[in-house]
């Protein structure tokens, strides 16, 4: 199975402070997704990005979040002045270019704790 | 709007048949995906259906009815290390993958 790589694998922080999720996919990916998981709920989408720009976008995904891919192959996932509510799962995926079949592969996730 | 329905949690004995269902109403539909998720850990993919039927993969099978917005995930010979959430997702128009709430499923022996 293609290997997503996230970092940090656990990050605390203080409420209002500014995080920075790292995902670093393999080198043939078409599109590239993050997804976040609150504890004992569902997975929800949070952007698509696609030809190093945002193709789409969900409702959580405010001024808050931004995305960038700082270096060519690293995507980052920032968040401004965090709250308690973004204590979750984030998950990075792509979705490669020779698998006809739309599959995501899901990095490992990075499990942020807001206090 | 997007609405993802399946069963919260499921119990079912090693080596039995489980069947777990998923109802879906959304718009743009391409396909649907479902995922297995141990606990702490990443969705892995377990299977995606476009077209109508019954796809088998080994142990796992995945059916899908565009017309009644139904898809269900089989199991057979149900192992211990299949207890897991399963999930549901649809696959929409814009690439995005809108997900269920996750079927529990436990496996007793």
């Known amino acids: 199975e293609p290997e997503v790589t996230q970092t940090p694998s656990h990050q605390v922080t203080q409420m209002g402070q500014e995080v920075i999720l790292r995902c670093v996919p393999i080198s043939n990916h078409l599109y590239f997704y993050w997804y976040r998981q609150i504890l004992g709920q569902k997975v929800e989408f949070l952007v698509s990005f696609y030809n190093n720009e945002i193709s789409e976008k969900s409702e959580i995904f405010d001024d808050q979040f931004s995305v960038e891919r700082p270096d060519g192959s690293n995507f980052t996932l920032k968040i401004r002045s965090t709250k308690l509510e973004d204590s979750a799962m984030y998950f990075c995926?792509?979705?490669?270019?020779?698998?006809?079949?739309?599959?995501?592969?899901f990095g490992p996730g990075t499990r942020l704790t807001v206090l | 709007g997007q609405n993802i329905d399946q069963p919260t949690e499921m119990t079912a004995t090693e080596g039995a048949i489980v069947q777990i269902n998923c109802t879906y109403q959304?718009?743009?539909?391409?396909?649907l995906f479902w995922y297995q998720q141990h606990a702490g850990e990443a969705p892995t993919f377990l299977s995606y259906n476009v077209l109508d039927g019954l796809e088998e993969k080994g142990r796992f099978s995945s059916f899908l009815s565009r017309s009644k917005g139904y898809s269900y995930l089989l199991l057979k010979e149900l192992q211990m290390k299949d207890s897991a959430s399963y999930l549901c997702a649809a696959h929409n128009a814009g690439n995005m993958l809108t997900f269920g709430g996750g079927t529990r499923l436990m496996v007793k022996p």
């Open positions: 959304t718009s743009g539909f391409n396909g």
């Open positions: 995926a792509v979705r490669l270019r020779d698998r006809g079949n739309n599959e995501q592969f």
